[in-house]
């Protein structure tokens, strides 16, 4: 009962005045609804319900019986849900303009359809029998466009009044309701409005304009906005008014539809006349109200940041109207489950089988992987010695006799022994001599080295995976910090940078945005550094990270926005829209000052992401939305972010060198972007080389040799000594690479390297 105590006591504080729309007589039994808000620990939604009775008797006792309440979730069909409980009434006093400093603004339909007269004459009679009454007057019209208000002297009204004339144009309501509104956003005092209207809204084109016509919901939405500094009286005002009720969807039925968004209930909707709760507020009665707070079951206790409506009728009333809340809370990546206690202990628990994750992802890759791969090369190279009579083949470094039957490895010049093979790290001996020009060592010499780190063949795929999956525990990690300490001063933080109601979520959006960004990023840049033969820099990784959690921040931020906004239907489309902008940002990011070609980098973000949404969607489809699916999501995600953007990134990919030695530094690096933008790769010692040569090898100069681009063929241009396939290439000779081709940069030097060409 703690948190209903203290919504109760948050009420009484804030001293909330107001009664019930005053439509017919003043004293008309109602029940309307103000607002809604999740009760996270008790698991039910708490709407607040105002009530009077017969002849302004206070309800002191509302019954689940006497209210019929719906939930309507998104676009989905509004669903009847039950009711938990009602909790006792609290007694207050409402608006009155003797005591209250309020601003009064009447604005008034001045197209040439609207009765303006008629208009005029109620503003005029009104402000001859109340001239008494505390507050700023002003007049205000509208037509196609709003005019600048006008100040009114409630002693003399027709100064002002004498000025307003009927305009062209027809009638954009909500337009201007929606300036007028939002003006008030940041006003002291109490805000008083009369609207006097036929309730039609003709929109004028919006071609040439960068947004569209704004719709009834987002005039009841800047309603709400306003909360209790707001009282609202409608008057309908044109064309013939009619006694019978206002049909459902008609011009009018907005007007009547409006004071309802508003949580006090002094103010009320008339036709061709004030409505009777004006003069609750400006005469000398005074009206109490009760406010109840009703408890019901949602029918998703999971929130998603979907719009929730709850409307809400008397049930002993046939003619009752229908009054409305809505709210909305968490988001598709970080949905809210109310009804559940989350501690900031329960973080440990997933933050342990991440790290089980990650590290079991490890020990898979270092240590079994490795015993597959050697079980598959035995399979495919490995063949019993057979023996021939008067011939004696020798081990080629222990040179001992190889006896007949001993497990040797057929894809290098000679007979080598299993046992030799693997002594020599898993490749021929002598490698790479044995390829230069050799048909019968095929350029099979090398085997795949099998540590895990050695970024060579699968082992570079591998390590895409596991970087990426670390990327996503790394995120997790980060958001286990910063959220980790439990929701309070978040929604602290949300409430005092924003009034928006669902900031908290916003900036909860926004944070696992930028967590999930910066970890991903990280790491994915240090592994882009790591395939590159250049100097790893961390300035480099440093920018690449901050660009990505920063991109990542208004991808995520913004695609709820999108939702907020209406832009989108589904948290699963702006979902689907925030990890396809951070997919491309990625991509985009990791191509800074580096050999991946831009729009490659680009395609693979695109595809990574939409992949990556797709993963996560479906875990939380299947295995939930608590703490421990949360942290596998990320880890999946962020290993097939890795996975598919080195896939995309290497299928297109068309030139490479290739390091053969010294064995130990093999990999393959992409010259493509380089040779595309008419750049002079260099080949040396230098850290500042496109191919770094950065073991010690003193036949190799700082600045060694270029490659570069010319009329679609690739030109070698030595510095020093250079060999291809076995030959001197001498002086300044431009020679053409072929792909495949062999270079050595040295007769004496150990560093030899292969072009390829797709």
Same mark, same amino acid.
């Given at each position: 009962?703690?948190?209903?105590?203290?919504?109760?006591?948050?009420? %009484?504080?804030?001293?909330?005045?107001?009664?019930?729309?005053?439509?017919?007589s003043?004293?008309?039994?109602?029940?309307?609804?103000?607002?809604?808000?999740?009760?996270?620990?008790?698991?039910?939604?708490a709407?607040?319900?105002?009530?009077?009775?017969?002849?302004?008797?206070?309800i002191?006792q509302?019954?689940?019986?006497?209210?019929h309440?719906?939930?309507? /979730?998104?676009?989905?069909?509004? &669903?009847?849900?039950?009711?938990?409980?009602?909790?006792?009434?609290?007694?207050?006093?409402?608006?009155?303009?003797?005591?209250?400093?309020?601003?009064?603004?009447?604005?008034?339909?001045?197209?040439?359809?609207?009765?303006?007269?008629?208009?005029?004459?109620?503003?005029?009679?009104?402000?001859?029998?109340?001239?008494?009454?505390?507050? +700023?007057?002003?007049?205000?019209?509208?037509?196609?466009?709003?005019?600048?208000? /006008?100040?009114?002297d409630?002693?003399?009204?027709?100064?002002?009044?004498?000025?307003?004339?009927?305009?062209s144009?027809?009638p954009?309501?909500?337009?201007?309701?929606?300036?007028?509104?939002?003006?008030?956003?940041?006003?002291?005092?109490?805000?008083?409005?009369?609207?006097?209207?036929?309730?039609?809204?003709?929109?004028?084109?919006?071609?040439?304009?960068?947004?569209?016509? @704004?719709?009834?919901?987002?005039?009841?939405?800047?309603?709400?906005?306003?909360?209790? =500094?707001?009282?609202?009286?409608?008057?309908?005002?044109?064309?013939?008014?009619?006694?019978?009720?206002?049909?459902?969807?008609? @011009?009018?039925?907005f007007?009547?539809?409006?004071?309802?968004?508003?949580?006090?209930?002094?103010?009320?909707?008339?036709?061709?006349?004030?409505?009777?709760?004006?003069?609750?507020?400006?005469?000398?009665?005074?009206?109490?109200?009760?406010?109840?707070?009703?408890?019901?079951?949602? &029918?998703?206790?999971?929130?998603?940041?979907?719009?929730?409506?709850?409307?809400l009728?008397?049930?002993?009333?046939?003619?009752?109207?229908?009054?409305?809340?809505?709210?909305?809370?968490?988001?598709?990546?970080?949905?809210?489950?109310?009804?559940?206690?989350?501690?900031?202990?329960?973080?440990?628990?997933?933050?342990?089988?991440?790290?089980?994750?990650?590290?079991?992802?490890?020990?898979?890759?270092?240590?079994?992987? @490795?015993?597959?791969?050697?079980?598959?090369?035995?399979?495919?190279?490995?063949?019993?010695?057979?023996s021939?009579?008067?011939?004696?083949?020798?081990?080629?470094m222990?040179?001992?006799?190889?006896?007949?039957?001993?497990?040797?490895?057929?894809?290098?010049?000679?007979?080598?022994?299993?046992?030799?093979?693997?002594?020599?790290?898993?490749q021929?001996?002598?490698?790479?001599?044995?390829t230069?020009?050799?048909?019968?060592?095929?350029?099979?010499g090398r085997?795949?080295?099998?540590?895990?780190f050695?970024?060579?063949?699968? +082992?570079?795929?591998?390590?895409?995976?596991? %970087?990426?999956?670390?990327g996503?525990?790394?995120?997790?990690?980060?958001?286990?910090?910063?959220?980790?300490?439990?929701?309070?001063?978040?929604?602290?933080?949300?409430?005092?940078?924003?009034?928006?109601?669902n900031?908290?979520?916003?900036? !909860?959006?926004?944070?696992?945005?930028?967590?999930?960004?910066?970890?991903?990023?990280?790491?994915?840049?240090i592994?882009?550094?790591?395939s590159?033969?250049?100097?790893?820099?961390?300035?480099?990784?440093?920018?690449?990270?901050?660009?990505?959690?920063?991109?990542?921040? /208004?991808a995520?931020?913004?695609?709820?926005l999108?939702?907020?906004?209406?832009?989108?239907?589904?948290?699963?489309?702006?979902?689907?829209?925030?990890?396809?902008?951070?997919?491309?940002?990625l991509?985009?990011?990791?191509?800074?000052?580096s050999?991946?070609?831009r729009?490659?980098?680009?395609?693979?973000?695109?595809?990574?992401?939409?992949i990556?949404?797709?993963?996560?969607?479906?875990?939380? =489809?299947?295995?939930?939305?608590?703490?421990?699916?949360?942290?596998?999501?990320?880890?999946i995600?962020?290993?097939?972010?890795?996975?598919?953007?080195?896939?995309?990134?290497?299928?297109?990919?068309?030139?490479?060198?290739?390091?053969?030695?010294?064995?130990?530094?093999?990999?393959?690096? @992409?010259?493509? =972007?380089?040779?595309?933008?008419?750049?002079?790769?260099?080949?040396?010692?230098?850290?500042?080389?496109?191919?770094?040569?950065?073991?010690?090898?003193?036949?190799v100069?700082?600045?060694h040799?270029?490659?570069?681009?010319?009329?679609g !063929?690739?030109?070698?241009?030595?510095?020093?000594?250079?060999?291809?396939?076995?030959?001197?290439?001498?002086?300044?000779?431009?020679?053409?690479? &072929?792909?495949?081709?062999?270079?050595?940069?040295?007769?004496?030097?150990t560093?030899?390297?292969?072009?390829?060409?797709?």
């Amino acid at each position: 009962m703690k948190p209903l105590a203290g919504l109760l006591g948050l009420l %009484f504080l804030v001293g909330m005045p107001g009664g019930l729309p005053a439509q017919g007589s003043p004293c008309e039994p109602q029940i309307q609804l103000v607002s809604a808000t999740a009760d996270r620990q008790a698991g039910f939604v708490a709407l607040q319900v105002l009530a009077r009775g017969l002849d302004c008797d206070v309800i002191e006792q509302l019954e689940a019986g006497d209210l019929h309440i719906s939930e309507r /979730i998104g676009n989905q069909a509004p &669903q009847t849900i039950s009711i938990v409980r009602v909790t006792d009434s609290l007694v207050y006093d409402t608006l009155n303009m003797n005591r209250d400093s309020v601003d009064v603004l009447f604005l008034v339909d001045a197209s040439r359809d609207a009765q303006l007269s008629a208009s005029l004459d109620m503003i005029q009679t009104f402000l001859e029998r109340h001239n008494n009454a505390r507050g +700023n007057y002003q007049v205000q019209v509208f037509s196609d466009k709003i005019e600048p208000p /006008i100040p009114i002297d409630p002693a003399r009204p027709m100064d002002a009044l004498r000025s307003v004339k009927t305009r062209s144009g027809q009638p954009h309501l909500y337009a201007a309701l929606l300036s007028v509104l939002q003006g008030r956003e940041k006003a002291s005092n109490k805000q008083l409005i009369f609207l006097f209207s036929g309730g039609a809204n003709v929109a004028p084109d919006y071609t040439d304009r960068p947004r569209l016509p @704004p719709q009834a919901e987002h005039v009841y939405r800047a309603v709400e906005a306003l909360g209790n =500094k707001l009282y609202l009286f409608t008057i309908t005002n044109t064309g013939a008014i009619s006694s019978g009720p206002e049909a459902e969807g008609a @011009p009018g039925d907005f007007l009547r539809q409006l004071p309802l968004k508003t949580p006090v209930g002094d103010d009320g909707h008339a036709r061709g006349s004030l409505p009777d709760g004006v003069e609750q507020v400006f005469g000398g009665g005074r009206r109490v109200a009760t406010s109840h707070l009703v408890m019901v079951k949602p &029918q998703d206790l999971v929130f998603t940041g979907r719009l929730r409506q709850y409307g809400l009728v008397d049930a002993h009333r046939a003619d009752a109207d229908t009054s409305y809340a809505t709210f909305s809370m968490g988001s598709f990546n970080d949905p809210v489950r109310i009804g559940e206690l989350r501690q900031a202990v329960s973080w440990f628990g997933p933050t342990l089988f991440g790290l089980l994750g990650v590290g079991g992802l490890l020990a898979v890759f270092y240590f079994v992987v @490795p015993q597959i791969r050697r079980r598959q090369f035995r399979h495919d190279h490995v063949v019993p010695y057979a023996s021939q009579p008067g011939r004696q083949v020798l081990d080629p470094m222990t040179r001992e006799p190889i006896r007949d039957g001993d497990p040797v490895v057929n894809i290098c010049s000679m007979v080598v022994p299993l046992q030799t093979w693997k002594d020599c790290g898993d490749q021929c001996p002598h490698y790479p001599g044995c390829t230069n020009n050799n048909l019968q060592c095929s350029g099979a010499g090398r085997g795949q080295s099998l540590n895990f780190f050695a970024l060579h063949g699968v +082992n570079r795929r591998l390590n895409w995976i596991w %970087f990426g999956a670390l990327g996503g525990f790394s995120g997790w990690v980060l958001y286990a910090l910063i959220a980790g300490a439990g929701r309070n001063w978040l929604a602290t933080a949300a409430g005092n940078l924003s009034a928006y109601q669902n900031a908290e979520s916003l900036l !909860r959006e926004a944070v696992i945005g930028a967590c999930f960004g910066l970890g991903m990023t990280l790491m994915l840049a240090i592994m882009e550094e790591r395939s590159q033969s250049r100097r790893i820099s961390v300035r480099r990784i440093l920018l690449r990270t901050l660009l990505g959690g920063l991109a990542a921040t /208004i991808a995520f931020g913004g695609g709820f926005l999108l939702l907020e906004w209406e832009l989108v239907a589904s948290p699963i489309v702006s979902a689907a829209i925030s990890w396809t902008v951070f997919g491309v940002a990625l991509g985009f990011v990791l191509t800074l000052r580096s050999t991946i070609e831009r729009k490659r980098g680009l395609l693979g973000g695109l595809i990574s992401g939409a992949i990556g949404f797709v993963v996560y969607w479906l875990s939380q =489809k299947f295995l939930g939305t608590d703490l421990i699916p949360k942290v596998i999501s990320l880890l999946i995600s962020g290993a097939l972010l890795g996975l598919v953007l080195d896939t995309v990134v290497k299928l297109a990919e068309n030139y490479e060198i290739e390091y053969i030695s010294p064995a130990n530094y093999y990999r393959k690096v @992409p010259l493509s =972007k380089w040779l595309k933008s008419s750049w002079d790769i260099l080949i040396g010692t230098q850290p500042g080389c496109q191919v770094y040569i950065k073991w010690p090898d003193e036949n190799v100069l700082p600045e060694h040799a270029r490659i570069k681009l010319e009329g679609g !063929r690739v030109y070698l241009y030595p510095q020093g000594e250079t060999l291809v396939n076995g030959e001197i290439i001498h002086g300044q000779k431009r020679v053409q690479l &072929q792909s495949g081709d062999t270079l050595q940069l040295g007769r004496r030097s150990t560093t030899q390297m292969r072009f390829w060409e797709r």
